[in-house]
């Protein structure tokens, strides 16, 4: 984010192994061996435990993600050291310079939370070796590399973002902040907009938390469907904790400004949480299909295992795509123009401003589009297709009416959000005005993670059942 006008660092150098040249040779030799060694060595385990059924168990699972872990950090930085010994190109751009300290980051912090992991895993089966199989289910084995995987993916996101501001000189000018212009409310009507704003934030907040909270309290609930329900719910009060409260606080007391780390970190967690919602409706899409088209094998089909690896799975493509979208942008020049005309810092608007050429970036945008929206809106699509060829094939009155209480909150939110969404990017070109952008960000920001509390889950019986225990149980704790 430096001005296109001034000279600015686009590639570093990189000095390598202090080695004689006359000694490059056999240690090219060495480190190619050791490395080779080191990715068919880790390959041939992950194939072994892939392939041997007597190898899936939890501690070979661990070892698998440990064995992938280690090559990918090998390949961070060695390809590169032995291309340097043999060429002496000894230049890395500046992105590429970014992107291997984000992945060594990753997965040095993986190995080390995976090695933890599998201590655990000695641990419980040395010291309670009768409950071994209750306490690392399956479950729990995908929830621990899970968690693995994403907490070292934020420990690798937060030490790149702080770099990258060091990483422009410091003693020429640059772009340090953004004014975010936000909503185009009338100076008198803005007490009224706060306090609307306002309650349909908390309302989404305690809705969400509410759901979350029956979910973990009711066995009951203890369902795929509600499981999935919980993690959207968990999604929908971070994806509007993301950019509201900065723009409550602009409109009450007109603090506009928002600082570099700050925009492009708002940026990359709501790509994040918008990513996650996106899949999570079409995994909750496939749920209702195999409870309504296979209703005897829904049990086995929707284990707890499959359930944890489609939620696992979601918020690791959301984190990849965000980060993507991130990296391609830190890499970008920015005129003396840092107004964006919005009320938080959305890729397209942050793009405008831009000096560079964003072809790249737009592209990627499309591209991951296919990805995160395209193909679970098809797979939504196609899910309710078999839906409605089930019901058709044999109709009923009764199953219509299941299959409507059971799928049409979810249409319904659906239709909200994917519309919204195709109405903001594939209009984002042609003429219509930033205040329609604004209205459609709006609605997919703000309202739809507010009714989606009362969509989901308020009219629902269990929901409702589990609401009413709830609230008798706390007036008894209050007697």
């Known amino acids: 984010m430096r001005p296109e006008n001034q000279s600015s660092v686009s590639q570093f150098l990189l000095l390598g192994l202090p080695i004689p040249p ?39 699972f661990f070892l698998s993600h440990l064995a992938f872990s280690d090559l ?16 002496q190109q000894q ?25 933890a992991v599998m201590a655990y895993d000695r641990y419980v089966a040395i010291c309670h070796p009768l409950h071994y199989s209750t306490i690392m289910s399956q479950a729990l084995c995908m929830l621990l590399v899970a968690g693995s995987w994403m907490v070292a993916c934020v420990h690798a996101l937060f030490h790149t973002l702080l770099l990258v501001p060091l990483m422009r000189p410091e003693n020429q000018s640059s772009v340090s902040q953004f004014l975010l212009l936000g909503l185009p409310i009338p100076p008198g009507q803005q007490g009224v907009f706060f306090t609307l704003f306002l309650g349909m934030y908390l309302t989404t907040v305690l809705g969400n938390l509410l759901i979350i909270l029956l979910i973990r309290l009711d066995s009951r609930l203890h369902t795929p469907m509600y499981f999935f329900l919980s993690h959207l719910a968990f ?4 994806f509007s904790s993301v950019t509201v409260p900065k723009m409550l ?11 570099y780390p700050g925009c492009i970190s708002q940026m990359y967690f709501y790509i994040l949480f918008g990513c996650v919602d996106n899949l999570l409706l079409a995994v909750m899409a496939y749920d209702r299909y195999v409870a309504i088209c ?9 284990r707890e295992g499959l359930c944890v690896l489609l939620v696992a799975g979601s ?26 005309r919005h009320f938080f810092c959305s890729l397209p608007s942050l793009l405008k401003l831009s000096c560079s050429n964003t072809s790249v970036n737009e592209l990627v945008i499309f591209t991951a589009g296919a990805v995160v929206v395209i193909f679970p809106l098809s797979g939504i699509l196609t899910s309710y297709g078999h839906i409605a060829a089930s019901i058709l094939r044999v ?43 604004m209205i459609a960000s709006l609605m997919y920001t703000v309202v739809t993670p507010m009714l989606n509390p009362f969509i989901y889950s308020l009219r629902n019986k269990d929901m409702k059942l589990a609401l009413g225990i709830l609230f008798r149980n706390s007036v008894l704790v209050a007697k």
């Open 22 to 60: 006359w000694q490059q040779g056999v240690f090219f030799t060495l480190f190619l061996g050791m490395y080779l060694t080191t990715v068919l060595g880790n390959l041939l385990i992950i194939l072994l435990i892939r392939l041997d059924p007597r190898l899936h168990t939890p501690m070979y």
């Open 72 to 87: 990918s950090l090998s390949s961070v930085t060695v390809p590169k050291m032995l291309r340097n010994m043999q060429t």
């Open 91 to 115: 230049s890395i751009p500046y992105v590429g310079c970014i992107s291997q300290l984000y992945f060594f980051i990753l997965f040095g912090s993986l190995d080390n939370f995976l090695l």
């Open 235 to 238: 999604s929908d009060v971070s």
């Open 249 to 259: 606080m602009n409109i009450q007391i007109q603090h506009l400004r928002i600082s």
């Open 294 to 302: 296979h209703p005897l094998h829904y049990t086995i089909i929707m």
């Open 315 to 340: 918020w690791i493509l959301s984190c990849s795509s965000a980060l993507l979208h991130t990296l391609l942008l830190v890499r970008l020049s920015f005129c003396a123009d840092n107004i964006i």
């Open 395 to 437: 109709p009923s009155t009764k199953g219509i009416c299941k299959a409507l209480s059971t799928c049409g909150s979810h249409l319904c939110v659906v239709s909200l959000f994917y519309g919204t969404i195709m109405v903001l990017y594939f209009s984002s070109s042609s003429n219509n005005s930033n205040d329609k952008d």
